[in-house]
């Protein structure tokens, strides 16, 4: 089993700035894709930001310029440094991976629980 931990969401002032961190736990072998989603109210979830094992990021065009992606390998962690935030970034802000782990056979998809970031006006 793997487990994804997202923690720093919150509220924060139009203009201001949250790091996301997404922490992957239990019996993994490999990680290759790490990103964000984001689900707001009345709104499909959509990729935020994601990055592979190798390097390669890819940014939603609505927050490039304004956050950045960045991944521990060796800590199976993800973080989202989100700057310049605006009240449209409102969101609960899921955690994704695809992982190789014990019982897995395979790179399987999986989520984390999710975490709230509000920005205000």
């Known amino acids: 089993q793997v487990q994804l931990v997202e923690s720093g969401g919150g509220l924060v002032q139009a203009g201001g700035s949250l790091r996301l961190s997404c922490l992957a736990s239990g019996s993994i072998f490999s990680i290759n894709t790490m990103g964000w989603y984001r689900q707001a109210p009345g709104k499909q979830r959509e990729l935020v930001a994601a990055t592979t094992s190798s390097g390669r990021i890819t940014y939603v065009d609505s927050v490039k310029g304004r956050f950045t992606i960045s991944r521990d390998n060796a800590k199976n962690t993800v973080y989202l440094q989100m700057n310049s935030l605006k009240p449209e970034d409102t969101a609960v802000y899921y955690c994704?991976?695809?992982?190789?782990?014990?019982?897995?056979?395979?790179?399987?998809?999986?989520w984390g629980q999710g975490t709230l970031v509000t920005v205000s006006s």
């Open positions: 994704n991976a695809d992982a190789y782990y014990s019982g897995s056979f395979g790179y399987l998809e999986v």
